[in-house]
């Protein structure tokens, strides 16, 4: 009985599972290692996409800087594994590994074997995140620092290609997705892909600031980047609390000690954009260089509250408001961000957060909106093609302010398999890795 489940067992993984082995260079050329490994095979319940890889560890170069477990753009200059989906339409996922983070959440264990300089993973993609109808494969592998940088592919360019180009879809080979997930072929666009192509990133409040379910209804915002700024726009429950004294499109100075929505974008500088709504249409923008440290507030913005309907009884209304925020208002390169909803009087006083911080942990003992290591990943170039410098408006504030700037809040890096995951679609891409 036992001897017959066994072989059952083997037999339905091999039918599944389908094993590539990346074994030349980007142009085809022969490499001197053990190869790195990679295998596809459907999840029981046929809603992932399994990716196990098995490679050689180099430690070179070291891991990046920045928080284990979360994304971390720039992934591609460090040590990686990475897998493309492609479709005829040209849309692609791309699954990045290293040595622990991700841009969307992914389910991810990873070993290090540092006796045989080796490490394995195992990734669940889920099936959403596939672009519909997958035709095409690649996979590549990335290690080494600059003149020894090397670049690995499954199916490599021709000898004379002139640089390695990972975004080369011509060079992709078909795969049978149906073999692994019968239902992919057929299926529609999730809406994850719909909002990815469109470039608009959806988020909703979920958890209270120490991670637990909130009540009500979540806060929803989402983010759609334009050559006029990125555009927020936020659907909220409205509790009709005590309104600011302040005039609807104009800046209000305080405003987070009414109902109000708040959204904060980081970069690796500590160096952020805070951005706060209320229902009632005053708003407060803030410069900050270094945790707290404000070098400007009340920027001017565009914002409109669409809708406003009252609560019946204990049920909140609804609230829905739209910002246009400016280019020039982003810190340079953001790379993280997180939301916070507050609302109720004194004692009632609710604090719900994106990235909340951990329940019944000593180190965070009330809310507090700037703890910055509780950020997360923002692929914010889908937002903002141009967010590399500091624009004029940073480079003012920063001038006339005089404060001194504390730097670094303390985020050490971890050594530990990283595993990153991007939605891309290929125009975006175009020319880079
Ligand atoms: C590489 O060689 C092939 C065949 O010899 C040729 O068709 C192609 O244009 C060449 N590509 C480059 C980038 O030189
Ligand atoms: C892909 O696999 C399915 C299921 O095994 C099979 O029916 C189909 O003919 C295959 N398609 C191609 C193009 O090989
Ligand atoms: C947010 O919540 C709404 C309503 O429950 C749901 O339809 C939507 O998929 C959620 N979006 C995200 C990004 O979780
Ligand atoms: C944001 O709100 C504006 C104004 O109501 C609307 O035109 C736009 O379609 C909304 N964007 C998204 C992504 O929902
Ligand atoms: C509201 O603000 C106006 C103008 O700033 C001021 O004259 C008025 O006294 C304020 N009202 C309250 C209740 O604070
Ligand atoms: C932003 O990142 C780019 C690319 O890494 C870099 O060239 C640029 O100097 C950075 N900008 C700032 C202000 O640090
Ligand atoms: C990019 O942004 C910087 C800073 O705002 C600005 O000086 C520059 O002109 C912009 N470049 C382009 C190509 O839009």
Redesign the pocket.
């Known amino acids: 009985m036992g001897v017959l489940l066994l072989v059952l067992l083997y037999a339905a993984s091999t039918r599944a599972a389908k094993t590539y082995t990346i074994t030349t260079t980007w142009n085809g050329g022969a490499i001197d290692h053990k190869p790195v490994q990679l295998t596809l095979s459907p999840s029981s319940d046929q809603q992932y996409l399994e990716l196990s890889i098995d490679a050689p560890f180099f430690n070179d170069p070291p891991s990046p800087p920045g928080p284990a477990g979360q994304a971390f753009y ?1 992934l591609w200059n460090y040590e990686v594994v990475e897998a493309f989906f492609l479709n005829d339409d040209n849309q692609y996922l791309e699954v990045e590994r290293v040595t622990i983070r991700h841009s969307l959440p992914l389910e991810v264990t990873t070993q290090r074997n540092p006796t045989t300089k080796s490490w394995t993973g195992l990734a669940k993609i889920p099936i959403t995140y596939l672009p519909p109808t997958v035709t095409k494969f690649n996979a590549y592998a990335i290690h080494g620092s600059g003149k020894d940088r090397m670049y690995e592919s499954l199916y490599p360019a021709p000898e004379n290609a002139s640089n390695p180009d990972f975004h080369a879809l011509q060079y992709f080979q078909p795969i049978n997705m149906s073999e692994l997930l019968p239902d992919q072929p057929n299926a529609p666009m999730s809406e994850l892909w719909e909002d990815a192509l469109q470039g608009v990133f959806p988020y909703n409040i979920t958890t209270t600031w120490n991670n637990l379910p909130v009540p009500n209804t979540p806060v929803q915002f989402t983010l759609q980047g334009f050559q006029a700024g990125v555009e927020l726009n936020v659907t909220a429950p409205f509790y009709n609390d005590p309104a600011p004294n302040g005039t609807a499109g104009q800046p209000f100075y305080g405003l987070w000690d009414y109902e109000v929505v708040e959204m904060f974008f980081l970069n690796d ?1 500590d160096e952020y954009l805070e951005v706060e709504l209320g229902p009632w249409g005053e708003h407060l923008l803030l410069l900050l260089k270094g945790e707290r440290n404000t070098i400007k507030h009340s920027l001017p913005l565009d914002f409109l509250v669409t809708e406003r309907t009252m609560p019946i009884e204990n049920k909140p209304g609804i609230w829905k408001g739209s910002a246009m925020i400016p280019p020039g208002y982003f810190p ?2 953001v790379t993280r961000m997180n939301a916070y909803a507050i609302h109720g009087v004194d004692d009632a006083r609710d604090y719900q957060a994106l990235h909340p911080a951990p329940n019944n942990d000593p180190d965070y003992p009330q809310p507090d909106f700037h703890r910055l290591s509780l950020f997360r990943a923002i692929d914010f170039e889908f937002q903002l093609s141009n967010n ?3 624009s004029d408006v940073w480079l003012d504030a920063m001038a006339s302010s005089s404060t001194t700037i504390s730097v670094g809040s303390g985020h050490k890096a971890l050594l530990v398999a990283l595993l990153s995951l991007t939605v891309v679609g290929a125009a975006w891409f175009a020319g880079s890795w």
Do not use: C, K, L, V
């Open positions: 720039g500088n340079p390169n590399s410098e500091y």
